[in-house]
C-alpha cells in the first residue's frame, strides 16, 4: 500500500513537470494582422500595389464597403465578372456592356442600316417607284380619317426624331467626332440625349394610341398569302395583287415593326429612362443592349416603309396626308377594300366612304 501511494505521488508530481514544457514547446499563433498597417506598409514596399484594396472592393461585402446613401447596389464600386455573347474574355459586368456595345453592335448594326439603305437606293435608280397603270379618275375615296392620321404622325414624328438622335448616341463617337470634333459633338451629343429622353414619352403614348386605331384591320384576311407570291413582282413589273384595306406587307410592318419592335423599344427605354425604381446595373445595361438591337431591326423596316410610302408608290404619301385618295389608286393597290368600299359592306366598320367634297370628277 506504501509502494502505491510513493508511485501515484511520483506520477503526478511527473505530469505536473511536464505541462509547462508541453505549453513551452507549442507554437505561438501570431497576432491578427492589422489590415491598415499592412496596406501602409505595402505601399512604401510596393508602391501603386493595390490589389488587395481593390479584392475587397470588388467582393462587395458591405462589411468592407460602406455609403450612407438607402437604396440597391449603392454599396457597390465594381460590379462583379460577366461576360456577353460571342466575348471570349470574362470582365467587370460594366467592361463587359461596354464592349458589347462598342463593338458587335455599333459594327454590325451600322454596317446593316447601310447595306439596307444602300439596296434601296439601288432598287429605285433601277427600277424607278411603282406607278399608276391608268391615269386617275378625279373621284377620291376617304383612305385614312383624321383620327388615323393623327394617330400615324404623332408616332412616325417622334420616331424619327428617335431614330435620328439615337443613331447619334450609338454611332456619333464612331463618326461625327473625328469630323466634328470634341466641343461640337459635346453639343450636339448633349442634344440628342435630351431630346431622345424627352420625346420619349410622346413616342410611347401616340404609340399605344396607334396600335388601338389600327389594329381592327391589321388581322390575317383573305388574299394576304397570295399577295406575298406576288409582291416582289408587283414592285419590279408593277403587276398587280390585289389585297383589303392594308395589304399583308403592311400588316407584318405593323405587328412585328410597330407592335412587337416598338413596344420593346418602349418597355426597355421606359426602364432605362426611369432609374428611380431601382433596378440593378445589370438590368440597365440588358436593357441597353435589347434596345440598341431593337432600334436597330425597326430602323430597317422603318427604312423600306418610308420608302415605299414616299418616293416608292405613287400617291402613297398623298394619301397619309390628305386622307383621301384617287379611286384608280385605290383600285390598284387595294382592290378587295375598294370593291368593300363602292358596295358599301365596310363604310360604317372602317370609316372608309367616298369623300362627299370630292366627287366631282375633273
Known amino acids: 500500500m506504501h509502494t502505491l501511494s510513493r508511485l501515484t505521488g511520483w506520477m503526478i508530481l511527473a505530469l505536473a513537470l511536464a505541462s509547462p514544457v508541453a505549453a513551452q514547446t507549442q507554437p505561438a499563433q501570431p497576432p491578427a494582422a492589422d489590415p491598415v498597417k499592412a496596406q501602409q506598409e505595402r505601399a512604401i514596399s510596393q508602391p501603386g500595389n493595390n490589389a488587395p484594396v481593390w479584392r475587397e472592393v470588388r467582393s462587395g461585402d458591405p462589411k468592407n464597403n ?26 467587370t459586368a460594366g467592361e463587359a456592356w461596354r464592349s458589347f456595345r462598342n463593338g458587335p453592335i455599333t459594327f454590325y448594326g451600322g454596317w446593316l442600316l447601310v447595306l439596307v439603305t444602300l439596296a434601296i437606293a439601288a432598287f429605285y435608280f433601277t427600277r424607278g417607284p411603282l406607278m399608276l397603270h391608268d391615269k386617275p379618275t378625279g373621284r377620291l375615296v376617304e383612305r385614312f380619317s383624321l383620327v388615323e392620321r393623327w394617330a400615324h404622325w404623332i408616332t412616325a414624328i417622334s420616331f424619327c ?15 461625327l467626332l473625328p469630323v466634328l470634333g470634341y466641343t461640337l459633338f459635346a453639343w450636339l451629343a448633349a442634344l440628342a440625349k435630351n431630346l431622345h429622353n424627352f420625346v420619349a414619352p410622346l413616342f410611347i403614348v401616340g404609340l399605344v394610341f396607334m396600335i388601338v386605331v389600327y389594329i381592327k384591320d391589321n388581322f390575317p384576311a383573305k388574299g394576304d398569302l397570295a399577295w406575298f ?12 395583287v390585289p389585297s383589303g384595306r392594308f395589304n399583308a406587307g403592311e400588316k407584318v410592318y405593323f405587328w412585328i415593326g410597330v407592335v412587337a419592335l416598338c413596344m420593346t423599344l418602349s418597355v426597355t427605354g421606359a426602364i432605362m429612362l426611369f432609374p428611380n425604381f431601382e433596378q440593378l446595373r445589370t438590368t440597365m445595361q440588358q436593357m441597353s443592349v435589347i434596345h440598341s438591337v431593337a432600334a436597330i431591326v425597326m430602323m430597317v423596316f422603318a427604312l423600306g416603309h418610308i420608302y415605299v410610302g414616299t418616293i416608292g408608290v405613287e400617291g402613297a404619301y398623298g394619301n397619309m ?7 384608280t389608286w385605290a383600285k390598284e393597290h387595294h382592290e378587295l377594300w375598294y370593291n368593300d368600299v363602292k358596295s358599301g359592306k365596310i363604310a360604317a366598320k372602317s370609316g372608309a366612304a367616298p369623300h362627299a367634297a370630292a366627287q366631282t370628277q375633273h
Not at 440597391?72 to 466575348?87: D, I, N, S, T
Not at 396626308?321 to 384617287?326: E, F, S
Open 66 to 91: 460602406y455609403t450612407s446613401i438607402p437604396g440597391r447596389e449603392v454599396g457597390v464600386l465594381v460590379q462583379p465578372q460577366a461576360r456577353f455573347p460571342g466575348q471570349d474574355v470574362t470582365t
Open 161 to 175: 426624331v428617335m431614330a435620328v438622335t439615337g443613331l447619334i448616341i450609338l454611332f456619333g463617337k464612331h463618326m
Open 229 to 240: 407570291g406576288g409582291a416582289f413582282a408587283m414592285f419590279w413589273s408593277g403587276k398587280h
Open 321 to 327: 396626308r390628305d386622307g383621301v385618295t384617287d379611286e
